[in-house]
Structures are given as C-alpha cells and as structure tokens.
C-alpha cells in the first residue's frame, strides 16, 4: 500500500509535465499576431496551478475517511476495540497486536527462535526501562481501558538519550537532508540547464531562466514546449522505472543497505558528471542517459514496509529518495513515530532550502558559455561528497530492519523485523538478542545432554 502511495510522487510529476504540454499547447493554437504575451503567460501559469490544486482538494477529502493505525489506537489512544474493529475491516482478520491482556506478541530474534514480547501499550505507559538479572524484560501490566498515554519528559529523556535512539533520529535527518541537498541541486528543474544538456541552449549573454533561445525570430511557446518534453524524459522516465524497479523487488532487499549503496551509486554518479562538465565534455546522449541513470539510483530504493505493518499485508513498497521517507515511519514506537518522522521530514526540507540559497549565490546550472559549466561540475562534485556522507550516516547511525544471520544483514531475501521488534530501541533489542542467545544456548545444552 506504502509502495502505492509514494509511487504517486512519480506520476504526479508526470501529471503535471502533461499539464503544462497541454496548456501550452492549448495556448499556442489559441495564439494570434501581436498578442500580449505577458498576459497570456500569465494566464497559462495560472492555469497550472489552478488545475494542481485538485488533486491536493482530493486527497484532502480522502484523508477524512482514513482510519486511524491499529497501533496508535491501543498504544495512545488506549481503545482496542476500535484497534480490533479497523484491523478485521481492513485486514480481514485480527492481527495479533491487539491482544492487550498480556504477552500476545511474538518476535524473532537474530538467531531465528521465537520470543515473547511484552504489549507495545505496556511499555509506551511505563517511564522506566527495567531488565532483570536474566535479561529480559520486566512483565508490566497492560495499560488499562481510557488511562491514555501522555507526553512525558522522562520517557522522551530515557527514550531518546539515556538509551542512546537519539543516533537514530539523526541518522535519518540528516540522511534526508543530504539527500535533498543533491536531489534538488542538480539544476535539473532549470530550462536553461535542461537546454544546455540536450545541447540547445542558444543564448550568448545572462538571460531569464526561462528564456533558451536569443533568436528574433524565437517562439516563446517552442521554447516552453521544448523545456516540458525534456523534463518529462530526463525527470519523469527514471523516477517511473525507479519505483516500478522498487515495487517489484522491495519484498526481497533490505532497504537499509540499499539505502546506503543508492548513496553511494549516486556518488559515482555525481563524480563522473561533474567530471564530465568540469572537463567541458558535451556529448548530449550520454548526459541525458546519466541524469536518467540517476533519477533510477534516487527512486530505486524503497523499503517493505507494508509487510511489516500487518502480517496479512504483503504489498512492497517503492534509492534513498524512497527509503529516507520509509525508514523513519518503521524504527521508532508508535508514541514517537509520527513526531520523529516529521522531524526527518523537516531536515528534508531544510536541505532542499539550503541548496537553493547555494545555488542562487553560486548560479550554476544556468548561462551561458563554458564558465558556468565547469562551475555546475564543480557543484555536482560536491554533491557527491554529500551523497558519500549519507551513506556513513546509514551505516552507522539508522538499525538494521532485516534481522541478521551469522552476524551480518543481507541485502537480498533477508527476513524484515516487525514493527514492534523495532519500536525496542537500541538496549530493547540488545536485551532480546541476549535473552534469544541465552535461550538458544539453553537449548543446545539441553539437547546435547538429551
């Protein structure tokens, strides 16, 4: 369903290319001898937006009718019935997660036996983290009908620093913000550097953006049409074949690990372009080809998420473009999940701020002659030191999501922990792996003996 949902992100940029083809097509053939072009720019602008906004009046309207999570409905709210109600309407049946009278959850730990785990509500309401002398976890008694969960200072003090989760907020903010910083950097929103890629930029002095051609005898509305096609294949067709990549085989990769070698495909990326434009190379296909190589590596990257959230959900989900906005919603517990995620989210956006203020100071991308050129190569250079960084980031500082067998976490066909596994925090899941290991030495030890 995740997979689905972000998979809008693509189309919607098509959409709205298509928009913009239509409009001016519309607008050409409604063209006649010394019009007002001002006013009929104008009104094609107004247009666009106008006709983006109903999408968005859409999705408004739907999200009134979207049910509230299982999850957030027995951990915060407290209210299992409703928690049952929403999960057999949705799901058909019951998920095990309702089951708030004791220890109804089973995770599986990295050395593949099963334990029991302790209603994520048990948890949420408690504001001490107590493991006994066999490591496991203290049996606190469920929360109880309409006692809701509150905000408290300790828990967030426990939670995030004591226990040491703060590494992994930040890992994911400042994997997002990177991110963003490359992806909204690389000028490919601008008409004149989409012109000078497809080498036709025909302008000899500092012009408007828009403007791609100084000829007297230039068409405006031939200079709009050219830009939309080229953002349509250079944008929109890696994008489209990055999420349908993702769709198909989110199910069977770590999105963690590919979250880290899409970074540091993108870093290669960006090192073999800005090379490319710092030693004046221009040789349009191959240009076009890496930019649409790239938006792949920032698509092709998304996460499972879908198979965590349910064990009747089996849907995939869709290059860190994709898993910078997953992997938030899966690591922390429910009482912190939205508010971390929008944190992250938030340094996202930070990061495409910054790079825009860079580029406006630094003005590359756009103009004319070879200056700016290898001065954009210089830029995309830097953006792959960005795009290493990110990938330090993931590897260190955001969990595994698969668990681990003989130590170490595959990339293909790994088994992805469940939500509740996760929710544990850094000392959680250490003391269930201890516990896990304990038990599976327990058995060994039995069986031998037997």
């Known amino acids: 369903m995740l997979a689905t949902v972000f998979f809008m992100q693509p189309l919607g940029q098509i959409a709205g290319n298509i928009?913009?083809?239509?409009?001016?097509?519309?607008?050409?053939?409604?063209?006649?001898?010394?019009?007002?072009?001002?006013?009929?720019?104008?009104?094609?602008?107004?247009?666009?937006?106008?006709?983006?906004?109903?999408?968005?009046?859409?999705?408004?309207?739907?999200?009134?009718?979207?049910?509230?999570?299982?999850?957030?409905?027995?951990?915060?709210?407290?209210?299992p019935i409703t928690a049952e109600f929403d999960a057999t309407t949705l799901f058909s049946d019951t998920p095990g997660i309702i089951d708030s009278?004791?220890?109804?959850?089973?995770?599986?730990?990295?050395?593949?036996?099963?334990?029991?785990?302790?209603?994520?509500s048990s948890?949420?309401?408690?504001?001490?983290?107590?493991?006994?002398?066999?490591?496991?976890?203290?049996?606190?008694?469920?929360?109880?009908?309409?006692?809701?969960?509150?905000?408290?200072?300790?828990?967030?003090?426990?939670?995030?620093?004591?226990?040491?989760?703060?590494?992994?907020?930040?890992?994911?903010?400042?994997?997002?913000?990177l991110l963003d910083f490359g992806f909204y950097g690389i000028g490919l929103s601008s008409p004149q550097f989409l012109a000078k890629t497809w080498g036709e930029?025909?302008?000899?002095?500092p012009a408007p953006n828009w403007?791609?051609?100084?000829?007297?005898?230039?068409?405006?509305?031939?200079?709009?049409?050219?830009?939309?096609?080229?953002?349509?294949?250079v944008l929109n067709i890696g994008s489209f074949v990055g999420g349908i990549l993702l769709i198909a085989f989110a199910q069977k990769l770590d999105r963690v690990a590919l979250q880290k070698y899409m970074f540091l495909g993108l870093a290669a990326l960006f090192i073999a372009l800005g090379t490319m434009f710092v030693c004046l190379y221009s040789y349009p296909p191959v240009v076009v080809a890496l930019y649409i190589v790239g938006q792949i590596l920032f698509n092709f990257g998304e996460s499972n998420l879908g198979h965590n959230a349910s064990s009747h959900s089996n849907e995939p989900s869709t290059g860190p473009n994709g898993t910078t906005y997953m992997i938030p919603a899966e690591i922390f517990p429910t009482r912190y999940r939205a508010s971390c995620h929008g944190i992250s989210a938030g340094a996202g956006k930070l990061g495409s701020i910054l790079v825009q203020i860079f580029s406006t100071f630094y003005h590359f991308g756009s103009g004319p002659g070879p200056e700016s050129t290898r001065k954009h190569g210089i830029v995309l250079l830097v953006f792959s030191a960005c795009m290493i960084l990110g990938a330090i980031v993931t590897q260190y500082w955001i969990p595994p999501i698969q668990q681990k067998r003989n130590g170490r976490t595959k990339l293909w066909g790994?088994?992805?922990?469940?939500?509740?596994?996760?929710?544990?925090?850094?000392?959680?899941?250490?003391?269930?792996?201890?516990?896990c290991r304990k038990r599976t030495s327990r058995h060994r030890a039995l069986s031998m003996s037997a």
């Open 201 to 205: 930029l025909n302008i000899t002095r």
């Open 101 to 120: 009278g004791g220890w109804g959850t089973t995770a599986t730990c990295s050395a593949g036996s099963a334990i029991q785990l302790p209603p994520i």
């Open 123 to 177: 948890i949420a309401s408690s504001s001490t983290f107590d493991i006994d002398d066999d490591d496991e976890f203290t049996r606190l008694p469920p929360a109880t009908l309409n006692s809701h969960w509150r905000l408290a200072r300790t828990d967030i003090i426990r939670y995030f620093w004591t226990e040491g989760n703060w590494r992994h907020l930040a890992g994911c903010s400042l994997a997002w913000l």
């Open 211 to 233: 403007k791609t051609d100084e000829a007297p005898n230039a068409n405006l509305y031939d200079m709009f049409m050219h830009t939309s096609v080229r953002g349509l294949i």
């Open 19 to 79: 928009v913009s083809l239509i409009v001016i097509a519309v607008a050409r053939s409604n063209s006649s001898p010394g019009e007002d072009l001002t006013r009929t720019v104008d009104i094609m602008w107004r247009w666009v937006i106008a006709i983006g906004v109903v999408p968005g009046v859409v999705a408004t309207l739907f999200r009134f009718a979207i049910p509230e999570s299982p999850r957030y409905l027995v951990d915060i709210v407290d209210d």
């Open 414 to 435: 790994g088994t992805p922990e469940t939500l509740e596994s996760l929710s544990l925090g850094r000392m959680g899941r250490r003391s269930r792996d201890a516990d």
